[in-house]
């Protein structure tokens, strides 16, 4: 990769570095023994983190109120 970084393999999606996967999964971890298992605890060799490297939030999804169907109407236990 680009500036010497290590080529990490995600279940889903693309490659990425270890900046990328220390920001989507091993900057949670908090035992000794999880952060044995996850590449480059040590901020020196994993790269720079980049804003993409994080998860995006998820979309605001509008609902309608519950309730906000009323008797007549195409629901099914009205």
Known sequence: MVGGNDLV?????????????WARV???LRTAEQKGQCLNQDAGQRGTVQPSDYFAEAPVIEMPPLGG?????DHPLG
Do not use: V
Request: proline fraction near 10%; include cysteine.
């Open 26 to 28: 091993c900057q949670y």
């Open 69 to 73: 169907m009323g008797p007549g109407t």
């Open 9 to 21: 393999h995600f279940s889903q999606g693309a490659p990425g570095t270890r900046a990328k996967l």
